[in-house]
């Protein structure tokens, strides 16, 4: 690759903010749920948030494909950053006013909806074409190792240890060391100062451009009809987009609203047991990263996505039948399995298909149906019946009939291929 260097200094800085970034999105859901005891109202706040998203992550994929992406980095890094540290010194004996969790928790969902299209743009931009999926499989193994390490920490941090020890259920592990429970005023802490420590390595990049970027500088709502534009005139590619995408929606809903459910209700599990199913998620990714490329490398993008889709399906239905802690580890790092590998073929399929100076709308548009469906999920598993007794399981069935169901214009549109 002709810019290794670049390429290497993105991924560190990727591992720096990923590492804390992800130890708050894992805590702040379990705080509603264990520390004030209202995860409905964590659910509201999720869905309002996931609404806001959809005007802003149009804008947002407009500013990826008009400003240098390295910039973007820079400034949408900072915002974040602020509000963590600031939040972290509102504390009031060791506990944070929800509000402000929530405007932290809803920044970092925004911050996410630029990050990722201007991430894959910038990577798009950088690299040659020969290895889009090589590229795309290096920042899977390392966000998933990064994730990993995260949700070990969180394992720890979130509980502490008891006479050295951790529990998973019924198990238990001796570290033979002691460990204090971390409040989410330290880790707001940590995660904010990580995001302008990542923002300082991506201002050393330095760069050749290989992909051609004829960059529209018209109004952004000429900009938005263009990225529409380009859609409406290569439907397969607007058809592959949005259903492809349905496992990281169901992945979305399920991690910051039914998981803490059904971990406190259906499998009578503690922090440890919710962070550790990040972890086992991540193992799942890392080993996609590593074999997907080269299983598919000759072999149908689409029917790859299909068999990922159709496992998706057969652990939503084992979540909703068999729910055990043993079973949530396995489905835990079956689903990152699928939802990694489902990732490295669509975005090596869209740097394929779609030019670089549409790929950050394109992609927000994807997202905003995306988005959609998030909306229709939770507001679905709003219902206080979801939180009753171990009814959050039926919450997993329904997402597996979803699942089948956006398997079947995949289906017809490999077929028509």
Request: aromatic content about 16%; overall charge positive; hydrophobic content about 50%.
């Amino acid at each position: 690759m002709k810019n290794n260097k670049a390429i290497s200094l993105l991924i560190t800085a990727n591992i720096v903010s990923g590492f804390a970034t992800g130890l708050t999105m894992i805590s702040i859901p379990w705080y509603f749920k264990e520390t004030l005891n209202q995860p409905d109202l964590f659910m509201s706040i999720f869905f309002v948030i996931t609404f806001i998203c959809m005007p802003w992550g149009i804008f947002a994929g407009t500013i990826v494909d008009r400003f240098k992406r390295k910039n973007v980095f820079i400034i949408s890094a900072l915002i974040p950053a602020l509000t963590a540290i600031t939040a972290s010194f509102t504390a009031n004996d060791n506990e944070i006013h929800w509000i402000i969790v929530s405007i932290v928790f809803g920044l970092t969902v925004f911050y996410y909806n630029i990050y990722y299209p201007n991430l894959y743009a910038f990577a798009q931009e950088i690299t040659e074409k020969k290895y889009f999926s090589k590229i795309n499989s290096y920042l899977e193994i390392q966000g998933q190792v990064t994730s990993m390490i995260a949700g070990g920490c969180a394992a720890i941090l979130l509980e502490g240890t008891k006479n050295k020890n951790i529990f998973f259920g019924n198990y238990k592990i001796n570290l033979g060391i002691e460990i204090d429970k971390w409040n989410l005023n330290t880790i707001f802490l940590i995660d904010g100062i990580t995001y302008i420590i990542a923002a300082i390595i991506i201002s050393f990049v330095s760069y050749k451009r290989i992909q051609k970027n004829n960059t529209e500088k018209g109004k952004i709502k000429e900009r938005i009809k263009s990225g529409f534009k380009f859609l409406n005139q290569n439907k397969n590619i607007l058809i592959f987009g949005v259903f492809s995408y349905i496992i990281f929606a169901f992945l979305i809903v399920e991690m910051f609203t039914l998981l803490p459910e059904y971990v406190k209700s259906a499998v009578n599990g503690q922090a440890t047991v919710f962070a550790s199913s990040e972890l086992f998620y991540s193992m799942g990714a890392i080993i996609s990263g590593l074999i997907v490329s080269k299983i598919f490398k000759n072999k149908n993008t689409i029917l790859g996505i299909i068999i990922f889709m159709f496992i998706t399906w057969l652990i939503c239905m084992s979540m909703a039948f068999y729910p055990s802690i043993i079973i949530l580890f396995i489905t835990s790092m079956l689903l990152g399995i699928t939802n990694a590998g489902t990732r490295i073929l669509r975005i090596t399929y869209i740097f394929n298909h779609v030019p670089n100076n549409y790929i950050g709308r394109v992609n927000s548009i994807f997202n905003l149906f995306n988005v959609s469906i998030r909306l229709i999920l939770i507001s679905i598993f709003m219902n206080n019946f979801f939180t009753t007794d171990q009814n959050i399981v039926y919450a997993y069935f329904i997402c597996g009939v979803i699942v089948i169901i956006c398997i079947i214009p995949l289906c017809l549109y490999n077929y028509d291929s």
